[in-house]
């Protein structure tokens, strides 16, 4: 297996192993966790991607995600990204699924709004826009190295909420359907997830984070909106121009990621599978403990 550098301090493209050999081979499993918990975003490409393959491959991680009530691809492993609609017309301009993928657009974590949220995120692309709809990636581990030291101290005891709604919100006010957010309450995590392989730290927040314990809400959320910022600046990212046959799989405890706009006339199709993080990729110490009396 080579591991090629493609980002700033995080992000790299697996040459020489693919998803059937990690499926197929704890050898290769083991190679591409050791990777994945290092490089935080990794690219396969040329693969021969299917439905039964990405699930293959992305179960060897750990349990995967169903997709959310009223997406698509809901009740399944599969969250479909797409603006074709099952006829194959392109959806219209203000259709949900447009608004969707312009929520998308904000910088995020996949599923810090569920509990149990998750580890990881695995993207393949089935039809790819020829102009636009790349898809950005930022670290929050790196970021978090570059904070000051009254910064991390301050954010490694503090708890953030999180709620799908809320990022739903800053594109349209009734894009969160009432049943998408009964099924979705708000959930507070720590904003620092420390991964247990390597013991780095991690910031955690995303467009879906609306507040901080103890912190008034007007200055946490300028807070949030300032630790985004240091970490998706410039020079910070690394922007994927998807070719036919690639799969990306991220590391959610500690990547933002965005989608990029792409031209409403032009198809686009992405399917993902979401791994559930667990106990063992640093989950239970990121739960709210009551502070000392
Ligand atoms: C996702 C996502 C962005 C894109 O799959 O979770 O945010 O570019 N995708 O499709
Ligand atoms: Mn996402």
Redesign the pocket.
């Known amino acids: 297996m080579d591991v090629i550098s493609l980002g700033p301090g995080f992000a790299a493209e697996i040459r020489g192993l693919g998803l059937a050999d990690v499926a197929a081979r704890d050898d290769a499993y083991g190679a591409v966790r050791a990777a994945f918990e290092t490089h935080s975003v990794l690219l396969f490409r040329a693969q021969p991607i299917t439905d039964e393959l990405q699930i293959a491959y992305s179960a060897r991680f750990g349990p995967l995600e169903i997709a959310k009530a009223a997406s698509r691809g809901e009740g399944t492993p599969f969250?479909i990204?797409t603006n074709i609609e099952p006829d194959g017309s392109l959806v219209p301009p203000g259709h949900k699924e447009a608004l969707r993928a312009r929520a998308?657009q904000l910088w995020?974590?996949?599923s810090c709004f569920k509990d149990p949220p998750s580890l990881a995120?695995v993207?393949s692309a089935r039809t790819i826009s020829p102009i636009g709809g790349e898809t950005e990636f930022a670290s929050m581990r790196c970021a978090w190295e570059r904070l000051p030291v009254a910064m991390r101290t301050r954010l490694g005891s503090a708890y953030a909420w999180h709620n799908y709604a809320h990022s739903r919100s800053k594109i349209a006010p009734h894009l969160a359907s009432e049943r998408e957010r009964a099924s979705l309450p708000p959930v507070r995590w720590r904003m620092r997830w420390q991964n247990p392989a390597n013991g780095r730290d991690s910031l955690y927040l995303a467009s879906h984070t609306y507040a901080i314990d103890g912190v008034p809400d007007s200055e946490a959320q300028a807070l949030i909106a300032e630790l985004i910022d240091h970490t998706t600046g410039p020079g910070q990212t690394y922007l994927h121009h998807w070719e036919p046959g690639d799969v990306i799989m991220w590391d959610n405890r500690c990547i933002l990621?965005?989608?990029r706009p792409w031209p409403g006339d032009k198809p686009r199709h992405m399917v993902?599978t979401t791994i559930t993080a667990t106990d063992a990729d640093g989950l239970a110490e990121m739960r709210w403990v009551r502070p000392a009396a």
């Open positions: 969250s990204l998308n995020h974590t996949d995120s993207l990621h965005r989608g993902r």
